[in-house]
Nanobody, 121 residues
Framework: QVQLVESGGGLVQPGGSLRLSCVGSGRTFSSYSMAWFRQAPGKEREFVATIYRGGGSTYYADSVRGRFTISRDNAKNTLYLQMNNLKPEDTAVYYC??????????????WGQGTQVTVSS
């Protein structure tokens, strides 16, 4: 069974940091690109960042570029999202996804259950 499990969400003050993790199982982790998406209340799911299979190529949404860093450890089957200088507008449920490289949700065929990130004072 292919599965992705996120962790690391929580409540943080504006300007703070969080690191999300996503552990994959059920198929060869290093064979797939990985991505983070997020969905805020009342809004559609939006792309955050993606990383190629070996980690050599990354791409970010304009809204997070320079503040968020996506990385992966294929030996641990784990994807990360380091989020710095968080803003209230970053509040959302964050999902990791596995599939092809790209910014479209249709490029990914496996999704985690999501982890809540709330940025508030």
């Amino acid at each position: 069974q292919v599965q992705l499990v996120e962790s690391g969400g929580g409540l943080v003050q504006p300007g703070g940091s969080l690191r999300l993790s996503c552990v994959g199982s059920g198929r060869t982790f290093s064979s797939y690109s990985m991505a983070w998406f997020r969905q805020a209340p009342g809004k559609e799911r939006e792309f955050v960042a993606t990383i190629y299979r070996g980690g050599g190529s990354t791409y970010y949404a304009d809204s997070v570029r320079g503040r968020f860093t996506i990385s992966r450890d294929n030996a641990k089957n784990t994807l990360y999202l380091q989020m710095n200088n968080l803003k209230p507008e970053d509040t959302a449920v964050y999902y990791c996804a596995q599939g092809l490289y790209g910014s479209s949700a249709s490029s990914y065929d496996t999704w985690g259950q999501g982890t809540q990130v709330t940025v508030s004072s």
